[in-house]
């Protein structure tokens, strides 16, 4: 994490399945809310974006419950 709070995770790789790769994702976003600290207010996760490792990044819309398909 940087200073603006800005998290670059790798989430899986190319030979993962949709669903693998789906499930990453739903684990860190859940694990990443969980280490919201008590006094933080508003929407703690405002933007995500995902790419490759040199790619353009697309943005998510990241809602209150898990991703699904």
């Not at 280490?35 to 995500?48: H, L, S």
């Amino acid at each position: 994490m940087d200073r603006q709070g800005n998290i670059c995770v790798p989430c899986g790789k190319l030979s993962f399945s949709k669903e693998a790769l789906l499930d990453n994702v739903n684990t860190l976003i859940e694990a990443i809310r969980s280490e919201r600290p008590a006094a933080a207010k508003g929407q703690f996760i405002r933007t995500m974006a995902v790419s490759s490792t040199m790619g353009v990044g697309v943005r998510v819309i990241v809602k209150a419950e898990a991703v699904e398909e």
